[in-house]
């Protein structure tokens, strides 16, 4: 089922929930589910276990499930201070690499977060377990009603957290939590549901504790654990994470050669702007609206007379298309791979943005797309922007492009230089995969390359970096960021 179809159906069935419900008492249901869990008076636990994690929007096309990755899972929460710390341990799974993640895996990956009542909503979130759900529960006005999942009636307990995001927890007839819904805004998917449900329940002391959690966002899954130690009560330490400061995106040019500009700043990834002689174009639309419009801003400052008529959307990967909306906003154009057609028109462009309205959703209009399969061509008689599809492992719809007159390659995810050596390099004489397949492309193309411009990275390089590294005789700057 397509992105735009699994979220429509979460929608409509809230709706249909929130008509049809029958009203219970609120707070007895939850002290109910809380004496069940042996929630009631539970201050802090340690769990962990083993299965997998996968990396949300970094799939290989657009409508397959996201990478997958052995994993390591920890969790330690201090219920009365709103503070937990996740951390897993991530191997590589795929063979061959599909998707990026941060693919292919050379080592351990390690990744841990601390959240806070404050952080931004998503999986981590303490309500979004068991026993934080009750607890959240307890200091909310819920409304219970039920509802047929299959060929049972569950019970639904539904509140309101921040007043911004809706919970809904469904109990079984033992009183068990067995799935907790709720909505977090994406900029590509709009509001998509993280999906968590929980089984085979079984003790630990006075604790009632799921040895099996499946978390989904936007449609696939996100992680599988199987959970085989808990400590109810084990000492925790937790420290508040710094609030977050917000830093406003910025988009900062270096001409490269006449009439084309690279366009660093934060966040990442960086975009290029190539003038034509009556257009430009912007290639890249980077992880947010807001650094999409500060490279438009950007663009128009460095070439005013001219508009900017299209924009080169690499692939689908949540760090590339997340500005495609935005470009769509201010009526340009959209060069894209054909297999990104139905996600595009069917999930990017319709799907509700009521959590975090972007400016598309407050003024719509319609999207122009140029659809590319293997190449397509800009030209204006004395520059040409030429664009080939790259065979590879990590997006199955990866477009680069060259100028010829320049004999510029940009390309972004499978070749980046971040000038320095990072943990999860190829081992000296390897070569990524990721690397081989753009040298191949290149070759097979037969383009006189000799400066690089990749999205990633500190900005532009010597293509001698991408052949020494497929001969082995260097180390690759790294294979794909952590973001990827």
Do not use: C
Request: net charge positive; aromatic share 8%; proline share 8%.
């Amino acid at each position: 089922m397509a992105f735009a179809s699994r979220v429509g159906l979460v929608v409509l069935a809230t709706v249909v929930f929130g008509v049809s419900a029958t009203l219970q008492d609120g707070g007895t249901t939850v002290a109910n589910v809380s004496r069940a869990l042996g929630a009631t008076d539970l201050k802090t636990i340690q769990y962990s276990g083993t299965g997998f994690t996968y990396a949300f929007a970094q799939n290989y096309r657009p409508d397959s499930p996201y990478p997958k990755f052995h994993a390591t899972y920890s969790r330690v929460i201090d219920y009365d201070r709103g503070l937990a710390r996740e951390e897993i341990v991530r191997t590589q799974f795929e063979d061959p690499p599909r998707g990026g993640g941060g693919q292919p895996l050379y080592t351990e990956a390690r990744g841990a977060a601390v959240v806070n009542p404050n952080s931004a909503w998503g999986g981590g979130a303490l309500a979004l377990t068991p026993h934080g759900f009750v607890k959240a529960a307890a200091n909310a006005s819920p409304t219970v009603g039920s509802r047929r999942v299959g060929s049972r009636t569950l019970t639904v307990i539904s509140f309101p957290v921040r007043n911004e995001y809706r919970v809904e927890g469904y109990v079984n007839e033992q009183n068990l939590i067995e799935r907790i819904d709720t909505w977090t805004p994406n900029p590509i998917l709009g509001d998509t549901l993280i999906q968590t449900t929980f089984g085979d329940y079984r003790m630990f002391g006075n604790l009632r504790f799921p040895t099996r959690i499946v978390q989904q966002q936007g449609g696939f899954p996100t992680l599988e654990v199987t959970i085989t130690d808990v400590r109810p009560g084990a000492p925790v330490s937790l420290q508040a994470p710094p609030p977050a400061t917000s830093q406003p995106a910025r988009a900062e040019s270096q001409l490269v050669a006449p009439g084309v500009w690279y366009l660093s700043g934060s966040p990442e990834p960086n975009s290029q702007l190539v003038e034509l002689r009556d257009y430009t174009v912007l290639i890249e639309s980077s992880v947010s609206e807001a650094r999409a419009l500060a490279n438009l801003a950007e663009a128009r400052k460095l070439v005013p007379n001219k508009p900017v008529r299209y924009h080169l959307n690499t692939h689908h990967h949540g760090d590339h298309a997340a500005g495609v909306r935005a470009f769509v906003a201010e009526g340009v154009s959209i060069i894209t791979h054909e297999m990104n057609r139905r996600f595009y028109e069917q999930a990017v462009l319709k799907n509700p943005h009521t959590l975090a309205p972007d400016a598309l959703s407050r003024a719509p209009r319609p999207a122009s797309f140029v659809w590319v399969n293997d190449k397509y061509v800009l030209t204006d008689g004395s520059r040409t922007l030429e664009v080939y599809h790259v065979p590879n492992g990590h997006a199955a719809n990866l477009l680069m492009s060259y100028v010829p007159q320049e004999k510029l390659l940009i390309i972004t995810d499978i070749f980046n230089d971040f000038g320095e050596p990072r943990p999860n390099d190829p081992p000296p004489g390897l070569v990524s995969p990721y690397y081989a397949a753009l040298g191949e492309r290149v070759r097979q193309l037969k383009l006189d390359v000799q400066k690089i411009a990749p999205s990633h990275g500190r900005g532009l390089v010597p293509a001698d970096m991408l052949w020494k590294a497929l001969q082995g005789k260097v180390q690759a700057p790294r294979t794909v960021s952590s973001s990827q």
